[in-house]
């Protein structure tokens, strides 16, 4: 375990944060120079009103120099909820006996997939759970390959247990984007209590899996741990130090970090525990994330509040779900069985909503998938993010994506103020440093042409 993350030296760090003062730490972070352990944990320790202002602008003026004032959003879709596991906060636990279980046939993915795709998303997240059995890696990859013929969604992730080597290199072939998975939680008496039958091996395995998803040609990985599990400041601590280690061996940070909060599930043991953190505590841990990792995508579940979510998209985060069903089958209502969800969500505004409400915010919604397209992935985008040049790219996209659900996928009253905010940009390209043939490309998509980007 010792060669990701130092476990012992992340506790004697949060005990023994430095003095070094807030304001250069903010301003070392925003001249994007590499923290120190103890600088993150005296950000981490903050708690009184005025510095966490300044975190959470620090954060925002970051996010916003990486990636522009866009927000990402895709939606995940479960493949199965039939999982050998018995994890003590998960509905999809084994030992839970209350609701239908199912592995989705490639022709129920497709399904489920269309439904996304003419709800206007470009992205999804495929979700599976551990069933060597069933989950096989053969099965996943058929999935993403059969989405990519049926459907225009332009880019699958996945979500699944870890696999070895050889594993990744089929999933990598079979066009396979994002690679994604949770330790849940770093802290290793934590993991080995809520992952009952889990030894030092499993853990081990987790924690290396995104080595070897890289080995196998996946440029990019998402890693995340379950807040709420274990004490906030150390997962938040190791997420960063797992980041670091990608990013030192292999050339690019985390491509993304997720920080799902413990939610009620049904049938589960360990509903909340006394590590359940704050909005504050966890509006914090974003903003860290933000300043510590710059060029990750930070991503939000719908597992936050849609109040909570619409002040966090301005603090640091860069990727949000929208409109989720955390179930097999849950984008189809007439099944008649009710399939088992994984955890319940607070945030249950349709895709459309959600995009009002961004705009509302002054956040531009983002459909664009261009970069795991066109190899701007890896060490390539870390470095493009660094060097401020990504942004360059989502803006534009980002106008791009919207123009596209406003003419195909949006209510009349949402195409109404997805078009406001595409003209505000277009009428002042040079101010927001815009391509000078981006009208003309808005008047392709007008036309009927699709899938144009920078
Ligand atoms: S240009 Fe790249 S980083 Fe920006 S939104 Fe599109 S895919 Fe993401």
Same mark, same amino acid.
Request: proline share 5%; glycine share 4%.
């Given at each position: 375990m010792q060669n990701i993350i130092n476990i012992n030296n992340i506790n004697k760090t949060l005990k023994n944060a430095s003095k070094s003062s807030i304001d250069s730490i903010l301003s070392k972070a925003l001249n994007f120079k590499e923290l120190k352990p103890d600088e993150i944990a005296v950000l981490l320790n903050i708690e009184d009103k005025k510095n966490l202002k300044k975190i959470y602008a620090t954060a925002k003026k970051i996010k916003e120099i990486i990636f522009g004032k866009r927000i990402v959003l895709f939606a995940p879709l479960y493949v199965s909820n039939e999982c050998i596991n018995d994890c003590l906060y998960c509905g999809f636990r084994r030992s839970n006996k209350s609701a239908s279980r199912i592995t989705l046939p490639l022709s129920k993915i497709v399904e489920q997939a269309k439904i996304l795709e003419h709800t206007g998303y470009k992205r999804i997240l495929l979700v599976a759970s551990e069933n060597p059995k069933k989950v096989t890696i053969s099965y996943l990859a058929s999935a993403v390959k059969e989405i990519y013929k049926n459907t225009s969604i332009h880019i699958v992730h996945l979500n699944s247990a870890p696999f070895n080597i050889d594993g990744f290199k089929k999933l990598h072939n079979s066009g396979l984007g994002v690679y994604q998975l949770f330790q849940e939680t770093y802290h290793p008496e934590t993991y080995f209590y809520m992952h009952p039958g889990e030894t030092e091996k499993d853990y081990y395995l987790r924690i290396t899996a995104m080595d070897r998803a890289i080995k196998g040609g996946i440029k990019d990985v998402g890693i995340g741990a379950l807040?709420?599990? !274990? *004490? !906030?400041? =150390?997962?938040?601590?190791a997420l960063?130090?797992?980041? %670091?280690?990608?990013?030192?061996? =292999?050339?690019?940070?985390?491509?993304?970090?997720?920080? &799902?909060?413990? %939610?009620?599930?049904?049938?589960? &043991?360990?509903?909340?525990?006394? !590590?359940?953190?704050? *909005?504050?505590?966890?509006?914090? /841990?974003? $903003?860290?994330? %933000?300043?510590?990792? &710059? $060029? $990750?995508?930070? /991503?939000?579940?719908? %597992?936050?509040?849609a109040k909570l979510r619409n002040t966090i998209i301005t603090l640091g985060a860069s990727q949000i779900s929208a409109g989720s069903r955390t179930s097999p089958c849950g984008y189809s209502s007439e099944t008649g069985k009710r399939w088992l969800e994984q955890f319940s969500i607070d945030d249950n505004r349709p895709l459309d909503k959600v995009i009002q409400d961004m705009i509302h915010h002054g956040v531009i919604p983002s459909l664009c998938t261009t970069c795991y397209r066109i190899g701007r992935t890896g060490k390539t985008f870390t470095l493009k993010a660094y060097e401020g040049q990504i942004k360059n790219f989502c803006l534009p996209n980002a106008l791009l994506t919207l123009k596209e659900y406003s003419l195909d996928n949006a209510s009349l009253q949402t195409a109404k103020i997805c078009d406001k905010m595409i003209n505000k940009y277009i009428k002042n390209i040079k101010k927001y440093k815009l391509p000078d043939n981006l009208n003309l490309k808005i008047e392709q998509i007008i036309n009927g042409k699709r899938d144009i980007y920078y």
């Open positions: 807040f709420g599990l !274990y *004490d !906030y400041k =150390f997962e938040t601590m960063i130090f797992h980041s %670091r280690h990608l990013e030192k061996k =292999f050339g690019s940070s985390a491509h993304t970090i997720s920080v &799902p909060r413990l %939610r009620p599930a049904e049938n589960t &043991p360990v509903q909340k525990t006394k !590590y359940n953190l704050s *909005d504050e505590e966890f509006k914090k /841990v974003v $903003a860290v994330l %933000r300043i510590a990792v &710059p $060029a $990750a995508g930070i /991503v939000i579940s719908t %597992r936050e509040s």
